[in-house]
Structures are given as C-alpha cells and as structure tokens.
C-alpha cells in the first residue's frame, strides 16, 4: 500500500547542447527563460558557467607560463639576428659609402 514514488532519473546533456546553452546566455539570454525551454535547472546552467570559467582561467595561466618559458630563448634568438644584421650593415656601408650631395 505504501508505494514510494518515482525516482527522478538524472539527465546527462552532451557537451554540444552544454556549450549552445552557454552560447544562449552569452547572447544576453535570461537563465530563466533558457531553463524554462529546454527543461534545465537555473542552477545547472550556472554551475556549468562557472566550470567553464574556471577552465578559461586555468588555460590563459598555463599560456602565460608557457610564454614566459620560451621568453628567453626568443630574446637570445631575436640578438643573434641583430648582431648580425649588424654586421651586415657595416659591410655594405664600405662598399657602398654614403655620399651627402
């Protein structure tokens, strides 16, 4: 006599349909109204709002370290050409000297 009622069976949404509902929102959207349409919560749009946001961090800091890394061997790279360039310069200058006038 005692029946329990139903459970909810949780839904598992593919990751295009996840990223079309970020799009919904960054297009000025309302959570609500997007909830309401393709029956998500409010607070699953903004949980996987800030996941993403999350991980835009986490991938400009890993950018910005891998920058940093190669910093040094570009700035070693980029003198080399100069002092060649340089060098270049200087014999070019004695062949064909600068003539004012």
Known sequence: MNQKPPLKRRRKYDE?????????????????????S??????????RKSKR?????????GEKTDFSLRLPEENEQ????????EMERGILWKLFPFSAG
């Open 16 to 36: 295009d349909f996840r990223a079309q509902v970020l799009r919904m929102v960054q297009n000025g959207r309302a959570v609500s109204q997007i909830s309401k």
């Open 38 to 47: 393709p029956g998500v919560s409010g607070n699953l749009i903004y949980a």
């Open 53 to 61: 946001k999350a991980k835009g961090k986490e991938a400009a800091k």
């Open 78 to 85: 980029l003198r080399k050409k100069v002092r060649q360039l």
